[in-house]
């Protein structure tokens, strides 16, 4: 995944509170793209930025993952924006929207951002964003879409670690903040990545560093130094076969070009 902090932070599901674990060892690189291409911005107040008016418990639901299958749907075939369901509140959190692909659920894009960000157009243009213009990887593609998995996370739960050590695998994930010959860094990791990955603390703050562009030798006295606020994800996952059956749910189902031409993008398809 990716992003960027600050006011306009990018950073590049069966509900559970980020305790969940991946299905295979992926390898996730949930780093911040500008991190890397941006070292020289100024640092940012990390902590106060993440003081967020947020309240614990279950926010990500299945209704969030259909509606980012529908955006990019709409958006492979040039048609109206959809309608957001009635389910998924407006409210404001950060959130990831992450797409994988195939049995062994290979990463195709991942990319969030830290902000506050009202639910609806957060969804929408993370959905978008995720999907087509993650950096790392070619966009999604039509005849892709029946392959996908997507997952949804709703950050929650911000709070400044005494140091890189002070959160838990699988239930934390942490943002990092740190210099490099005084030039500003930062990354971020999702709680499910330390775990799928089997990395211990001191492993996952190795490699959030590197991801976040640091290439010198990371000493026990550097680790220490770098700045680390932690927090959790209530987070759903959605397969397309599940798609699909959501729709039919609902008395949708999957659009076809020519239903979609005949009937419009949000109404039920059947004849």
């Given amino acids: 995944m990716s992003l960027s902090s600050g006011n306009s932070s990018t950073s590049s599901m069966s509900s559970t509170t980020s305790s969940s674990s991946g299905n295979n060892a992926l390898n996730l690189v949930c780093q911040k793209v500008l991190a890397c291409e941006h ?77 506050n960000l009202v639910l609806h157009k957060g969804l929408h243009e993370y959905a978008i964003i995720s999907a087509f213009k993650d950096s790392r990887f070619d966009p999604i593609t039509l005849h892709e879409v029946e392959h996908l998995h997507c997952a949804v996370s709703i950050l929650v739960n911000f709070e400044k670690a005494r140091d890189y050590r002070d959160w838990v695998v699988g239930i934390h994930g942490i943002r990092i903040e740190f210099q490099d010959n005084h030039h500003y860094r930062d990354a971020v990791y999702l709680p499910e990545v330390a775990s799928e990955q089997g990395w211990d603390h001191a492993e996952t703050l190795d490699n959030l560093m590197r991801k976040g562009g640091f290439r010198g030798h990371i000493s026990e006295d550097m680790r220490l130094k770098v700045s680390v606020v932690r927090f959790q994800s209530d987070k759903v996952h959605m397969s397309y076969q599940e798609y699909v059956a959501y729709k039919a749910n609902y008395g949708e189902t999957v659009l076809n070009e020519s239903c979609a031409a005949r009937r419009g993008l949000f109404h039920s398809c059947r004849p």
Wanted: contains cysteine; positive net charge; aromatic residues 12%.
């Fill in 39 to 115: 070292p020289k911005r100024k640092r940012s107040h990390l902590v106060s930025e993440l003081e967020l008016p947020l309240q614990p418990g279950h926010v990500a639901s299945m209704h969030m993952t259909a509606y980012c299958f529908d955006v990019i749907y709409a958006a492979l075939r040039n048609l109206q924006a959809p309608k957001v369901p009635p389910f998924i509140p407006n409210d404001k959190y950060p959130l990831f929207v992450t797409w994988k692909k195939g049995y062994d659920r290979r990463l195709r894009g991942c990319i969030g951002t830290f902000s």
